[in-house]
T-cell receptor
């Protein structure tokens, strides 16, 4: 079955710096790659996603890149702010019919003021 | 606002007890999911359902059962709780044809 590996497990940056979180997936049939953000004590919420027919997607300070050949995708956050501090989860999905998501292990991002 | 809710929000129980976690949604979504979250392991899928009477196993279904009593309700049961089922449990929903999942607030379960 599908497996998603996420690195690093923790990441600490200074406010204003960039942060990059990387994920690799095992099943080449995966075609949908969302990123969820979970603030402390809150529920996970979708922040950005990318489909396999696109190589990059941006939304203000966040961007996601996908390399299908290498089976990895990354989340880039620029000009980090303290409110970016949270746990970030990547995920992969093979089928829109099932809607099943396989999540990575999570990255705890700390942005120091 | 349409939402996903979970009850209880916190529960402490003892080994061997039966416990049920409830999930309700007012989003009108047909698909519902149960996940557990453990530190360092991310979110792992326990069961999912496309509609009433439809139940599918996820990655880690052993020791759990579910019931989809209505489109808006999806319950997770632990027939005989054990300490390694201590975790944060999330319910999620999605609409057929759309891939974003909407999560409930979570239930923190402690099995002593």
């Amino acid at each position: 079955g599908e497996n998603v590996e996420q690195h690093p497990s923790t990441l600490s940056v200074q406010e204003g710096d960039s942060a990059v979180i990387k994920c690799t997936y095992s099943d080449s049939a995966s075609n949908y790659f969302p990123w969820y953000k979970q603030e402390l004590g809150k529920r996970p919420q979708l922040i950005i996603d990318i489909r396999s027919n696109v190589g990059e997607k941006k939304d203000q300070r966040i961007a996601v890149t996908l390399n299908k050949t290498a089976k990895h995708f990354s989340l880039h956050i620029t000009e980090t702010q303290p409110e970016d501090s949270a746990v970030y989860f990547c995920a992969a999905s093979i089928s829109s019919n099932t809607g099943k998501l396989i999540f990575g292990q999570g990255t705890t991002l700390q942005v120091k003021p | 606002d349409a939402d996903v809710t979970q009850t209880p929000r916190n529960r402490i129980t003892k080994t061997g007890k039966r416990i049920m976690l409830e999930c309700s949604q007012t989003k009108g979504h047909d698909r519902m999911y149960w996940y557990r979250q453990d530190p360092g392991l991310g979110l792992r899928l326990i069961y999912y359902s496309f509609d009433v009477k439809d139940i599918n196993k996820g990655e880690i279904s052993d020791g759990y059962s579910v019931s989809r009593q209505a489109q808006a309700k999806f319950s997770l049961s632990l027939e005989s709780a054990i300490p390694n089922q201590t975790a944060l449990y999330f319910c999620a929903t999605s609409h057929m044809g759309e891939r974003e999942q909407f999560f409930g607030p979570g239930t923190r379960l402690t099995v002593l």
